[in-house]
DNA sequence: GACTGGTAAATTGGATCCAATATCCAGGCA
DNA sequence: TGCCTGGATATTGGATCCAATTTACCAGTC
């Protein structure tokens, strides 16, 4: 991982295109993380987000390390990273397990979005370029011819995070894209299940209509009914099956 | 630190009532923190908070280490939570520093509180109880007598929770209360600075009326102005001599 | 047959050790 | 003189090792 040679070259002509080149090839060819640790945290967190590790799953840290291919110690980092995400649990001297989901979490992130988006849009609303927007309708377009629920949540993600992207406040925003993941892995199970599919697309389409429009009020409202409504059928469902 | 016994008795005569009591006294005596990694992580949180360890602040794991009196490792566990919290940032290879203030992050946490404080505040205000509002008015009163800085954001902070504790969101909570603490951390500076107390109490004397007459409106907007106006205050105060 | 007690295996938490990287400073070269 | 190069030092990142705790299993007893 970090015995790779950072592929500075001996070339002593530096024309400045020859520069520019090489700093993509550079930033490319970069192992996209510095350290063992970043690159497991990374991966951890994808992976529970995505659902390959199911909730509730042991986290043997073992046969982490051994997947991964590095000690035991990154794991444990990263799985502190984690812990802190709420994205896992550490029981001491028994071990950490991915973070159960249950119906009242899943209110729980719903309340948290509804707070947290429309503010995010207000702020980022009057910033958004026409770039922005047509981004988002392309992402909707995407959405329409997809099916798989992991792509189809990265898609979502990223709709929305369109929007609110021109807020220009660095920690609202990742605290919102973290909510939203963390609601991923709870609709994940939804998208299967109920077809919740159109009514959504149909949200977003009237969320894009009202930005386009530059009406804060209505978009907001757009977004706390969509966050709202999608929590609560999310907690009927899984209180169903409790 | 964890080879206490789990004082875990012999006794034979099982009465709810020596269970419950067994428990209470398990609890108190239960050495406060299971595991080294699990103190110096709240240990380092407090002194950051309470500016012991001030913005900037290089963090040599060794030195840590020693003044905690464990190895390098939980201490190294320890400031990966940080890291996660936003208190810390990691630099490869170069150490972890105390996350730095600046007005534009101030400016940040103000409207991830003004966001997310009013859904807490709606949330629980139909719960309160009258012993809440008791010490909710007890606290305000505190407040007025006090004159350190670290004990008023203490209080402050403990004000407002008491306010939103009934909200049943552990989650949200989590969130609001980590928010509250990061901006204390701004708060400290200004206390000392600039004479903005009796105002403040002024609008905590306010919202607590707000919430013993039941006008969830009323106790949001007084929330909202509350913390945005502290933010704007804060900001251009850090602006004036960034 | 169920429960207590004790022992052994597995796994984590913590300490130590080694490698890799960044910083600092001296020295050579244009 | 100023800049780049090279080595010494300090500090982190990662691996290995040891101890402590938990869990499982099994024997013995009521």
Redesign the pocket.
């Known amino acids: 991982?970090?015995?790779?040679p950072?592929a500075r070259p001996s070339d002593s002509r530096p024309s400045d295109a020859r520069l520019a080149d090489l700093a993509v090839l550079i930033a490319r060819n970069r192992p996209r993380f510095r350290?063992?640790?970043e690159f497991v945290e990374a991966a951890m967190r994808e992976a529970i987000l995505e659902g390959v590790l199911p909730a509730g799953a042991?986290?043997?840290?073992?046969d982490l390390?051994a997947a991964f291919g590095?000690?035991?110690?990154?794991v444990?980092?990263a799985l502190r990273q984690l812990e802190a995400r709420a994205l896992v649990e550490?029981h001491?001297?028994?071990?950490?397990v991915v973070a159960e989901i249950s119906a009242e979490d899943s209110a729980d992130i719903g309340a948290i979005r509804a707070a947290l988006e429309p503010a995010a849009l207000r702020l980022s609303l009057p910033h958004l370029t026409a770039d922005d927007l047509a981004l988002a309708a392309e992402l909707i377009a995407e959405m329409d011819a997809e099916a798989d629920p992991g792509r189809m949540g990265e898609l979502n993600r990223r709709f929305h995070m369109t929007l609110y992207a021109r807020a220009g406040r660095p920690r609202l925003l990742a605290l919102v894209e973290q909510h939203l993941s963390a609601a991923d892995r709870y609709l994940r199970f939804q998208f299967s299940a109920l077809g919740y599919h159109p009514r959504s697309q149909d949200e977003h389409h009237a969320l894009l209509a009202a930005c386009r429009a530059g009406d804060a009020d209505a978009a907001c409202g757009i977004v706390v009914r969509h966050v709202i409504q999608a929590g609560e059928q999310l907690s009927a469902f899984l209180d169903g099956r409790g």
């Open positions: 991982m970090s015995q790779l950072d350290t063992a640790t042991p986290l043997r840290q073992e390390a590095v000690s035991r110690m990154p444990r980092e550490f001491p001297h028994r071990g950490a």
